[in-house]
């Protein structure tokens, strides 16, 4: 996948979610899908991590900007794009990872992928849910809307994934 | 200082994110949870269409064509029965009448000097219109809903109507003739609405219209359940009063309704009574309101301004 692929699907992501998804709220909040961290976890493995930060970064500003709020996106996007470099750590294999390795399901395993994108996709809103309850007594409930959501984006992702990712090259 | 700036180098990561995280952080929790600013100025003016059309589309579910007619209809009579109300109520510039002499000529050729050889007659006519004269001081704009949230503990609606319709930071906003929130926002074309379904506000109201002021506040648990705090214990209240706003807060005129209470308790000091108030306004099926601009609030305001503040 080159830089330029890669950009796109992160621009793509981002402003489906600015322009759909973020209308797209259901069972009062329990279903929210936050499809841009698609765009996020489809960053090549391998870059240097503030690549990964600034991508964040400039995500959330995306999606703080289409939602009109301040700054809730782009802390909760930030600290996804912090935590990126250590999610992809922790499933690399012995010998790591080489610059631009694809994090798709035809690359490394439907495994890898589902894993990689429960974790990416958790990170984000538990992060973006408990910040938006603002008190003790709302964090769990709002962290259990976290969670559904979660289950609500992966089955998005990986309905994208399947019929948008390259296909493996036959032997 | 070297060792700091190798520090640095070598943790530039985590510097990085720290910084960037704290510059963010402290933008969100500078709103306070009430979005504000250049930015959502910005953003609404930028995504306000957008927003209009994916408000279309998900009325057209709902016979969109015919019910939004009815609702803005609605909306209209509504805002023309306020005013109504409230010219009839305002008795500031009303023109009294009395009957005016009979001969007043002839009174004041009979009319006597007092002792101060002043010769005083009766004085009749109208009374002169006040300074508001029999203008309305309560101003009625309808809006639509294009966009609300209603899964949040800081939720918001945005409205299609902004500064060029009339509306201003502050003003109330009303739906079925009861509240539902204020504008905090506005731009040209657009305004961002705090509902009391807010976790981050109060609302000042009371039980009934003779009750003792209080705060409504939302816990951010159950959208149609609030609470009204630091009630008296000595208030008697039961199940189905309508808790009403003081009108002290200038978004809502005295007396416009908030919901009802359904259930009573005590707050943890013991000393007052926590309401649990059932709110009129319907936020799942919101879309035609009433933003109400108070008259004199700017004045009342500059006024509330002015007080002395404790040292």
């Known amino acids: ?171 | 200082m070297r060792n700091l700036l190798l520090l640095i180098a070598r943790h530039h990561r985590l510097v990085l994110f720290v910084v960037f995280e704290a510059l963010a952080l402290g933008w969100y929790a500078s709103a306070n949870g009430h979005a504000r600013g250049a930015w959502i100025r910005m953003s609404l003016a930028a995504n306000g269409a957008w927003m209009e059309r994916v408000a279309r589309v998900k009325h057209v579910g709902d016979l969109a064509t015919s019910n939004d007619a009815l609702l803005r209809e609605n909306a209209e009579l509504r805002a023309a029965l306020l005013a109504r109300e409230t010219e009839l109520a305002d008795t500031s510039g009303w023109v009294v009448w009395e009957p005016p002499p009979v001969d007043t000529a002839a009174l004041a050729a009979a009319a006597v000097p007092d002792s101060g050889g002043v010769v005083r007659t009766a004085v009749s006519g109208q009374k002169p219109r006040g300074p508001r004269g029999i203008e309305v001081p309560l101003r009625v704009y309808p809006a639509r809903v294009i966009r609300a949230s209603d899964d949040r503990s800081a939720n918001y609606l945005i409205l299609d109507a902004g500064t060029a319709d009339g509306l201003a930071v502050g003003q109330g906003v009303m739906a079925l003739g009861a509240a539902v929130g204020r504008v905090h926002e506005v731009t040209g074309q657009y305004a961002l609405v705090l509902p009391l379904v807010h976790t981050g506000i109060e609302w000042s109201a009371r039980v009934g219209a003779d009750g003792p002021a209080a705060r409504l506040v939302w816990d951010g648990k159950s959208l149609g359940m609030t609470q009204l705090r630091d009630v008296p214990r000595s208030t008697v209240v039961a199940a189905g009063d309508t808790v009403l706003a003081t009108g002290f807060q200038g978004f809502f005129p005295a007396g416009t309704p908030f919901g009802t209470v359904v259930e009573e308790g005590v707050d943890r000091t013991g000393e007052f009574k926590v309401l649990t108030v059932q709110l009129f306004a319907d936020y799942r099926n919101l879309r035609y309101v009433e933003v109400i601009d108070v008259g004199d609030r700017e004045q009342l305001d500059a006024l509330g301004r002015r007080t002395p503040q404790p040292e």
Not at chain 1, 65 to 83: D, I, K, Q, W
Not at chain 1, 92 to 100: D, L, M
Not at chain 1, 142 to 150: M, P
């Open chain 1, 1 to 171: 996948m080159t830089p330029v692929a890669a950009f796109l699907r992160f621009f793509i992501a981002g402003i489906l979610q600015a322009l759909f998804f973020q209308h797209l709220v259901l069972a009062n909040g329990w279903l929210t899908p936050s499809i841009h961290v698609y765009g996020l976890a489809m960053l090549p493995l391998g870059r240097k991590p503030w690549v990964y930060l600034v991508a964040g970064g400039v995500m959330g500003l995306l999606q703080d900007f289409a939602a009109a709020s301040n700054g809730l996106y782009t802390a909760t996007c930030l600290a996804v794009g912090f935590l990126q470099p250590s999610i992809g750590r922790l499933l690399a294999p012995r010998e790591g990872y080489e610059a631009n390795t694809e994090p798709t399901a035809a690359a490394q395993g439907w495994t890898w992928f589902s894993v990689y994108t429960l974790l990416m996709v958790g990170a984000h809103n538990l992060i973006l849910f408990g910040l938006e309850a603002g008190r003790w007594g709302l964090l769990l409930r709002a962290e259990g809307k976290a969670l559904t959501s979660v289950a609500l984006t992966f089955g998005l992702v990986a309905l994208v994934h399947l019929l948008f990712q390259p296909r493996p090259r036959s032997r």
